[in-house]
């Protein structure tokens, strides 16, 4: 008898075939970057915090990497993030200060010619979205949704307020100084809208929802919080988690965190809730020290926001991806926010646009690259002539053009000995001489250059577009 073959059979030769196809082109993997605003490197519990609580960020860390000695390009928000969004020094394009909030202003952001991260994922099919705190440029040419991102929903400016009942102005040509930008009312897209969350759950509801829209497809989610950032303000909710905190900014600072924390439980939950976690990569940092005026603490490290020493660099750093990254996993080598985009380009198969600084994370993370990742990371900060260099154990640093340190930070996290040690300072030096031959002159004025600016341009905030 003649076996005809059922169309069952030809179905099952199919199905085997396309399954052949899929095992040989993995799905891209989703990236999400939760990023905080000057949160202190002691104040996770994956970093040693007896005081604060943060079960569900060390969750995130017990499931994959601690970057012990993970570090952000520069001491303060701005700079840190253009350099995190383009996995470039920002130096190499002149973004070397906090911009002012000029929404008039073409030149006061991230120039054209960078590529940030969802541009680059855009190459590769991703659908993305930003939430929070923007401060890449306010001018409409510069925005969030001409920048590759899909949807927005946050703020331009370089902080802001956390109550709704404060986010009083309804645009921008209500705006007329630098610190008006804190209480306008939140963009959704381009469009002003009203919130009645407080800030941090508000942007934890929104990430919790874009990944619910968003889980057939590859997607890349920024989530900015701006807390703990000033200003210092917290709803009773987690206030309450503190009664024993009596110095009233480090209680509220530590409210501020837990409300972050709450976030990323949602967020974690989701992708488990939806059996995307072995497809998603989620990144956990700060994108700068924390300031130890605002209720902050940075653990054994020196100084903090805005101080090239270890406190206004080196930040609370860790990563998830399961079933590729191995679980509890302290990874000790110096590594650096940059690496974020490379390693994201890399499992989406992408070539960016220009020359990255970054490396990809994934070979070291997975056991197969026991290697540093870098030779050595670089730190400049054109306006307070500081620079600084770390490489293998040892810190070179001349802060505002001040003497030479050099640290042994395996023995001296603290940076309190200065060893002095002239041949290893020389090489440490020519190593930055090298590097800053690339860098420019910052491209645009600063916060400090605020009453500066006030005067070149006195029509500053006068006609802003409504929005
Ligand atoms: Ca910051």
Redesign the pocket.
């Known amino acids: 008898m003649k076996i005809i073959p059922s169309l069952l059979f030809l179905q099952l030769i199919f199905l085997a075939f396309n399954c052949k196809l899929n095992a040989q082109q993995p799905n891209k993997p989703n990236i999400i970057i939760i990023l905080t ?2 949160q202190g490197y002691g104040d996770v519990g994956f970093n040693g915090s007896k005081q604060l609580k943060t079960p569900n960020i060390d969750k995130l860390a017990k499931n994959g990497a601690i970057f012990t000695n993970g570090y952000v390009s520069y001491a ?2 701005g700079p ?1 993030r253009a350099g995190l969004i383009t996995g470039r020094y920002q130096d190499q394009f002149g973004y070397s200060r906090n911009p002012l909030f000029a929404p008039k202003d073409a030149s006061l952001g991230l120039p054209l010619e960078e590529e940030t991260l969802a541009e680059a994922l855009k190459k590769a099919g991703y659908t993305n979205m930003a939430i929070g705190k923007w401060h890449l440029g306010a001018h409409t040419t510069l925005r969030p949704l001409k920048r590759g991102f899909d949807e927005f929903y946050g703020f331009l400016s370089g902080g802001h307020k956390y109550f709704p009942e404060q986010l009083i102005r309804n645009d921008l040509s209500e705006v007329g100084s630098q610190f008006d930008a804190y209480n306008t009312k939140l963009l959704r897209n381009d469009t002003r809208v009203e919130e009645t969350e407080y800030l941090t759950d508000a942007f934890s509801r929104e990430a919790v929802n874009f990944v619910d829209k968003n889980a057939k497809k590859p997607f890349f989610l920024y989530l900015a919080y701006n807390a703990p ?1 000033a200003p210092l303000q917290a709803t009773k909710k987690y206030l309450s988690r503190y009664p024993n905190i009596k110095n009233k900014d480090r209680k509220t600072y530590a409210a501020m965190v837990s409300a972050v924390d709450d976030g990323v439980g949602l967020l974690l939950q989701k992708l488990k809730d939806l059996n995307i976690e072995k497809n998603t990569i989620v990144f956990f940092l ?3 020290g924390g300031n130890e005026n605002k209720g902050s603490f940075n653990g054994p490290l020196k100084k903090g ?1 805005g101080s090239l020493f270890e406190g206004g660099i080196r930040v609370p750093f860790a990563v998830q991806w399961k079933g590729t990254i191995l679980p509890n996993q302290k990874f000790e080598h110096p590594m650096i926010s940059l690496d974020i985009f490379a390693t994201a380009v890399a499992q989406a198969n992408i070539t960016p646009k220009n020359k990255i600084d970054g490396k990809n994370l994934i070979p070291y993370l997975s056991g197969k690259n026991n290697e540093p990742p870098h030779k050595a990371l670089y730190w400049r900060m054109y306006d307070k002539k500081s620079v600084a260099v770390r490489k293998d154990n040892f810190k070179y640093i001349i802060e505002k053009g001040g003497e030479v340190g050099l640290y042994n930070l395996t023995n001296d996290i603290s940076e309190k000995n200065n060893i002095k040690d002239s041949l290893k300072s020389k090489e440490l030096k020519s190593l930055f001489e090298i590097w800053n031959k690339n860098n420019i002159k910052p491209i645009f004025y600063g916060l400090g250059e605020n009453k500066e600016y006030n005067q070149k341009h006195p029509k500053r905030f006068k006609n802003v577009e409504k929005y």
């Open positions: 605003d000057d303060v928000c840190s950032h700060s994108d700068n926001k």
